[in-house]
């Protein structure tokens, strides 16, 4: 948005930024899983740069009300104030004293890190002779706000981070005995289709280039099976054997992993403690099993399962099965249910670390594919929101035949093949 010649702000002393050192896990978090926390950190670093610059070229003072350490990045010729205050009521007080205590009262306008789309025309936008600006967001909030001059009173108990912050605000401002004058509304990047809808906005802003990159950037895997469980929007891509044939791309059905079917219920009776559920997904068996007084731990390398089985009351760790389990050797039940027989691309490694995790009395439930002829090795990769892919994952395709096989190998009897609804099991034990 450009602001005409004639409607800038030509007396903006002093621009002040409230800003938090962007380090993983701090900032942006709900850009996550869309993102990493490494990812959404560098989106935050890139929005904040963008609104220094933005600062710079309005040719007023700029300040940065910092919270956290330093960055290297930093201009050396912007003074840098710490964030002091329990509750952003309270820093953004203080931001405004501070930048202005030896300064004297000038017209001073802060915003936040969460418009990279704001240019400097914007930020120059005419007041219209009021003692205050106020510029809403669309999510209730506000993106930014100027005074005349400083005076206790215009935030300290004002609700922050609500639908209705930005209302509560100009009520508190009116109330002191100011005129405001409203700036245009902003969207503040929250969630990942905020940082898509300020890209459209500015393209070339460092942030939008920083969010190309990242989502032409293939991504770990784990950060699909997250969003798929959190909102859904991933697609598989199956690589095609045939050199030439394009991949087979279809919708990633987590829905089947939420809620138990009566085919769960059939595997959970066949089951005896301690159970591990190996890719438990969002912990539907492990919540069944434990309903029964089963203990059941679920291992699955995705955050988001761990988060929802344990939303579920059940046990769940963050562990690939090829990394140390607790209690290797005296599970009772193993279950590799929804195809996870394909987990690493090899069943032969996989069944011979089951039998490692298994007791000697123990048995292993196994889903294999109902086409009893496949034994496929292949590649999935996952695709999701803005069109990110993953990285690819070796996965493979196992019918009964096939498992049989694998599982002698592996030192494991198979002693059951059974089916039903239209999907197929396999019961495996230790071999004597």
């Not at 989502?215 to 054997?241: K, N, Q, Y």
Request: net charge negative; aromatic share 6%; with cysteine.
């Amino acid at each position: 948005m450009t602001t005409p010649p004639d409607l800038r702000c030509r007396d903006l002393d002093t621009v002040i930024i409230l800003a938090k050192s962007p380090q993983p896990g701090r900032v942006k978090t709900r850009l996550t899983p869309d993102f990493s926390p490494s990812e959404a950190a560098a989106l935050a670093a890139a929005a904040i740069r963008d609104t220094l610059a933005a600062a710079r070229a309005t040719g007023a003072r700029t300040v940065l009300a910092w919270d956290g350490p330093p960055t290297r990045w930093l201009p050396d010729d912007v003074p840098v104030h710490p964030q002091r205050g329990k509750g952003l009521d309270e820093r953004l007080d203080h931001a405004f004293r501070d930048a202005l205590a030896d300064h004297g009262d000038q017209p001073t306008l802060l915003v936040g890190m969460d418009t990279p789309q704001v240019g400097a025309d914007d930020l120059l936008a005419d007041w219209h002779g009021a003692d205050a600006v106020l510029g809403l967001c669309e999510d209730g909030g506000y993106w930014a706000i100027g005074l005349r001059r400083y005076q206790p009173g215009l935030f300290v108990g004002v609700p922050m981070s609500t639908t209705h912050t930005g209302e509560a605000q100009l009520e508190r401002l009116v109330s002191q005995g100011l005129s405001v004058h409203l700036l245009p509304m902003q969207r503040d990047v929250d969630e990942p289709a905020d940082a898509a809808a300020a890209v459209a906005l500015a393209p070339e802003t460092r942030f939008a280039k920083t969010f190309r990159r990242l989502v032409a950037t293939p991504c770990d895997p784990t950060l699909m099976f997250d969003i798929a469980l959190t909102r859904g929007g991933v697609h598989l891509e199956w690589a095609s054997p045939v050199e030439g044939r394009p991949a087979h791309r279809q919708p990633l059905d987590v829905a089947s992993w939420l809620t138990m079917s009566g085919v769960d219920e059939l595997i959970v009776s066949r089951c005896s403690g301690p159970v591990i559920d190996v890719g438990c997904g969002p912990g539907r068996f492990v919540e069944a099993l434990s309903a029964r007084g089963l203990p059941a731990l679920g291992i699955d390398v995705s955050g988001a399962s761990i988060v929802q089985t344990r939303a579920r009351g059940g046990s769940a760790l963050l562990r690939d099965v090829f990394q140390p389990i607790p209690g290797e050797g005296r599970w009772q039940t193993l279950l590799l249910a929804d195809g996870n027989v394909g987990i690493g691309g090899d069943p032969l490694l996989l069944l011979h670390r089951c039998g490692q995790l298994l007791s000697p009395e123990g048995w292993a439930l196994v889903e294999v594919d109902p086409d009893e002829r496949v034994d496929l090795r292949t590649e999935v990769t996952l695709t999701g929101p803005w069109g990110r892919r993953s990285l690819p994952i070796p996965w493979a395709k196992v019918g009964a035949t096939a498992l049989l096989r694998y599982a002698a190998q592996a030192g494991l009897l198979a002693v059951e093949d059974w089916r039903v609804d239209g999907r197929a099991f396999v019961t495996l034990r230790q071999a004597a």
